[in-house]
């Protein structure tokens, strides 16, 4: 496939530019802050975002207002709800695929939280713990605001009345259903995260410790052919993964659900 790559002098997008070229893909179109950005739609099928919101601004403007059908996939995070309108837009006429983290494990277990957020219910208090290097932008980790939405959701709840990021000094009491943030940022930490459910007198703890940024290079590049064949409209990684859950699901129903388990035990 050809593909171009935004942010293609960053961290990120030297391990996407390596990881196309030993799949066997053309990298097309190298852009970073000294480009034009106009240079990332030329004779490719296929655009991969690592960059800063700025230039996932200007790109998704660049886009819209030229009318290019060029499916695009966006990791950068910290984009604000105007980028949001912008990717919306531009997913009229483009598939577009955006996910905080492009890890296929990453969203197995968004679904465990949520899976778990709804089954242990607000008796249980939910905690994000994520960890990232001393150089990243944005706090918290997209990843990390996924985690906090995906529990909301699961609870009936609205994110932002219950996401608590600031704790310091004399702080109120807990309130019920809320979502509490803690962030470390140091030394060259690839990116942890991990969710809390505390409950009275028991706790359930479910993390990811990302050992290397080539998996979401990896997780980039693997839905490249996948997105390219999609109608327009804006996909996330559970679309990805889709035709691989839902069989899980169904298996996981019937193993508890439709056998009596403890009496084969
Ligand atoms: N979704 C995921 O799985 C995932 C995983 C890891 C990271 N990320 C996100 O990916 C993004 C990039 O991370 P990184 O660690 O690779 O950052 P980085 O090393 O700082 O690289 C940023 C890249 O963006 C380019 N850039 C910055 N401003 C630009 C502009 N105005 N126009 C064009 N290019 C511009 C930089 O070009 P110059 O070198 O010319 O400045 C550089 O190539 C961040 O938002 C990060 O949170 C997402």
Request: a positive charge; glycine letters at 10%; charged letters at 25%.
């Given at each position: 496939m050809k593909i171009s790559v935004l942010g293609a002098t960053g961290v990120m997008g030297s391990s996407v530019i390596s990881t196309a070229l030993q799949n066997g893909h053309v990298v097309k179109n190298k852009v970073s802050s000294k480009d034009r950005i106009e240079d990332l739609f030329s004779d490719t099928e296929v655009i991969i975002d690592f960059s800063s919101s700025i230039a996932t601004e200007s790109m998704l403007l660049y886009a819209t207002d030229n009318k290019k059908t060029i499916p695009i996939i966006i990791g950068t995070t910290g984009l604000s709800k105007f980028h949001d309108e912008l990717i919306e837009k531009y997913s009229e006429f483009a598939p577009v695929f955006r996910s905080p983290n492009m890890s296929v494990a990453v969203s197995i277990l968004n679904i465990a939280v949520y899976m778990l957020s709804q089954a242990l219910g607000d008796d249980f208090d939910a905690e994000i713990f994520e960890k990232h290097h001393r150089l990243k932008k944005d706090a918290p980790s997209g990843t990390a605001l996924m985690l906090g939405k995906t529990i909301a959701k699961a609870r009936g709840h609205d994110f932002l009345d219950m996401a608590n990021?600031?704790?310091?000094?004399?702080?109120?009491?807990?309130?019920?259903?809320?979502?509490?943030?803690?962030?470390?940022?140091?030394?060259?930490?690839?990116?942890?995260?991990?969710?809390?459910?505390?409950?009275?007198?028991?706790?359930?703890?479910?993390?990811?410790?990302?050992?290397?940024?080539?998996?979401?290079?990896?997780?980039?590049?693997?839905?490249?052919?996948?997105?390219?064949?999609?109608?327009?409209g804006l996909y996330s990684m559970h679309d990805y993964t889709r035709a691989m859950i839902l069989p899980v699901v169904q298996s996981m129903c019937e193993y508890f659900f439709e056998s009596n388990i403890y009496a084969e035990a």
């Open positions: 990021f600031v704790r310091y000094g004399v702080v109120a009491p807990r309130k019920r259903g809320e979502i509490g943030f803690s962030i470390q940022r140091c030394g060259n930490a690839v990116g942890e995260h991990r969710v809390n459910f505390v409950g009275a007198s028991e706790e359930i703890v479910i993390s990811h410790n990302a050992f290397s940024r080539k998996i979401f290079a990896d997780g980039a590049i693997k839905v490249a052919p996948w997105i390219k064949n999609q109608k327009p």
